[in-house]
Nanobody, 114 residues
Framework: QVQLVESGGGLVQAGGSLRLSCAVS????????VAWYRQAPGKEREMVAT???????NYAASVEGRFTISRDKAKDTVSLQMNNLKPEDTAVYYC????????WGQGTQVTVSS
């Protein structure tokens, strides 16, 4: 089982930036795709950004051009750089390995004020 621990959430004004990090255990990157998901109050969890084992990335249309997913194999971390944040980005953000039926972190709150 993969262990994932997120950090870096917080409160930021619209237009600002945050960087989320996810510490992962084990040889995750050679075995699993990794991703960031988010869940806003009253809404379903949605995919934000994914990175396949090959390094290919994919983004939700709502964050394309503003968010960047990256991984650091030496540090066993997955990051999400979030720029030009909007109030609608407010949600709990989750790190994921192995897809919807894989492993999840505990989540980190991101709040964007208008």
């Amino acid at each position: 089982q993969v262990q994932l621990v997120e950090s870096g959430g917080g409160l930021v004004q619209a237009g600002g930036s945050l960087r989320l990090s996810c510490a992962v255990s084990g040889s995750v990157f050679s075995t699993y795709s990794v991703a960031w998901y988010r869940q806003a109050p009253g809404k379903e969890r949605e995919m934000v950004a994914t990175m396949l084992r090959s390094g290919t990335t994919n983004y939700a249309a709502s964050v394309e051009g503003r968010f960047t997913i990256s991984r650091d194999k030496a540090k066993d971390t997955v990051s999400l750089q979030m720029n030009n944040l909007k109030p609608e980005d407010t949600a709990v953000y989750y790190c994921n390995a192995g897809g919807a039926f894989g492993d999840w972190g505990q989540g980190t709150q991101v709040t964007v004020s208008s």
